[in-house]
């Protein structure tokens, strides 16, 4: 079964740090790149970083430039984000979700179809 | 960057038709996948890649595109699709991120 499971979210204090892992299993996973996407509550989804499968290109949303890192380690077949300087407005549920794009009829597609279910990420005093 | 833009809610009654609209200016150059997210659950994947749908979705999702608009629609609404959709592409502008729309909470009557 194409599974990813999240885990390290907790409560920490604004200006602490945390690291999320994502591992994944039943996929090759060091053929894919990776995301990672989160949630605050009640609100929509944001984009937070976007990995390639061989980790040599990293992407980062401007919310979380410079104080989130994305790393992964294929013969782990694992994800990691780590979380520095955090603030209150990161408090969200963390995805990792594994990505597919290309070209088809002269458009490109970009999806993410595979999910874990997510770990939570309270910054608070 | 590119935003994409959904109408925050709509509403459909049981086994009626109801299309759900995003828009944006990465999507003349993407098509846009679509996610459906129920409470306390991940998303999941329903539409990709113009109007392809992941095993395990029912036929009645299926997904459009003309210019900067994408749809999603569902052709006889059933009770357990009452759901926040969310549309997504990746930015068009050369910056490699990667956008969300807001997210439509569709309510099934």
């Known amino acids: 079964e194409v599974q990813l499971v999240e885990s390290g979210g907790g409560l920490v204090q604004p200006g602490g740090s945390l690291r999320l892992s994502c591992a994944a299993s039943g996929f090759t996973f060091s053929s894919y790149e990776m995301n990672w996407v989160r949630q605050a509550p009640g609100k929509g989804l944001e984009w937070v970083s976007y990995?390639?499968?061989?980790?040599?290109?990293?992407y980062y949303a401007d919310s979380v430039k410079g104080r989130f890192t994305i790393s992964r380690d294929n013969a782990k077949t694992s994800l990691y984000l780590q979380m520095n300087s955090l603030r209150a407005e990161d408090t969200a549920v963390y995805y990792c979700a594994r990505v597919a794009y290309g070209v088809h009829l002269g458009y490109y597609y970009y999806y993410m179809d595979v999910w874990g279910k997510g770990t939570t990420v309270t910054v608070s005093s | 960057s590119s935003e994409l833009t959904q109408d925050p809610a709509v509403s459909v009654a049981l086994g009626q038709t109801v299309r759900i609209t995003c828009q944006g200016d990465s999507l003349r150059s993407y098509y846009a996948s679509w996610y459906q997210q129920k409470p306390g659950q991940a998303p999941i994947l329903v539409i990709y890649a113009k109007d392809n749908r992941p095993s395990g979705i029912p036929d009645r999702f299926s997904g459009s595109s003309s210019g900067n608009t994408a749809s999603l629609t569902i052709t006889g609404a059933q009770a357990e699709d009452e759901a926040d959709y969310y549309c997504n592409s990746r930015d068009s502008s050369g910056n490699h991120h990667v956008v969300f729309g807001g997210g439509t909470k569709l309510t099934v009557l």
């Open positions: 990995i390639t499968s061989s980790g040599r290109t990293i």
